[in-house]
């Protein structure tokens, strides 16, 4: 068998509602995302597991998911490809919490296809993270691409070319200075190697609340950035991007017709809803709400602390 042929298969049975694009899209930085592209409806995403490299591809299949895995990781990818496509995602009492404000409430039952994904992986969620911090998207972006065609691997599959996420550990082994290139500045590339001198101790983390204390322990790491991290890794529907620039505003308006709000703020109004306070959020991003801009027009996400 070549890598082009997949080594596992599995059909997995979403709801009858559920939308995969919508669903793994975060697993992608943008349409061109070296590690993870959406094609024709099918998600293509490539990791590092215990067991080696692999790719997972996400087809829709006469009402049935189709998972496939390729590579030596193959096994590993398929066996959480629900936890991926974000079936494992518990809705249960969000419905009786959304009820606390009708718009909320409506976003529930529009997007109720929406599911969030749990990959299982920290170190690839905390570069792009990372990457993030204090830049706009386009600057992460280019950051982040960058850095995974420095540490260039091919991943298994027919899917070319679709490159495995950088090795923590060569990513803790290079200088800064290797990222300075890319427009990372030295702080990022401290921040980013220290995270990855102990990708294998996050790995190990059990829940989002333990990886949150550990993330936030390593200098450079904040709230904002452990949340974009859990918040994927672990499917964390509670988890807030604290600090974030644009989404205090967002939860703002659409919550109280506020134009602006804090941290503070922000967190106030999402109270009624905690457990799932992150997946307010989302589903605010998915209807596109955004608060009134004032003044020069900001690139989305830009200027987020850590």
Known sequence: M?????AARRVLRPPADYRLTASVRALTFSPYDPCARIVAGTLWWATRTPAGPATLT?????????????????????????AVAGLRDDL???????????????????????????????????????????VTGTEAYRAYAATVRHFAEPAPGPFQPLLLPPDAARVAAAPYWVFH??????????????????????????????????????PGIGPWTAAEVVRVTYGDPDAVSVGDYHVPNTVAWALAGEARGDDARMLDLLAPFRGHR????????AAGIQAPRYGPRMPVRSFARF
């Open 92 to 134: 249960t009492g969000f419905a009786e919490l959304a009820a606390a404000h009708p718009l909320v409430a409506e976003l529930a039952v529009r997007h109720r296809g929406l599911r969030m994904p749990a990959t299982g992986q920290v170190f690839p969620r905390v570069l792009r993270a990372v990457f993030e911090q204090k």
């Open 278 to 285: 992150g997946r307010v959020c989302l589903l605010l991003a």
């Open 181 to 218: 290139p890319f427009g990372v500045e030295q702080r990022r590339a401290e921040t980013l190697r220290r995270a990855a001198a102990l990708a294998d101790r996050l790995d190990r983390c059990v829940d989002s609340a333990e990886a949150t204390r550990r993330l936030t322990a390593i």
């Open 58 to 82: 996400l087809r829709p299949e006469a009402g049935d998911l189709l998972a496939e895995g390729h590579g030596p990781g193959a096994d590993w990818v398929v066996d959480r490809a629900d």
């Open 2 to 6: 070549t890598w082009d042929e997949p």
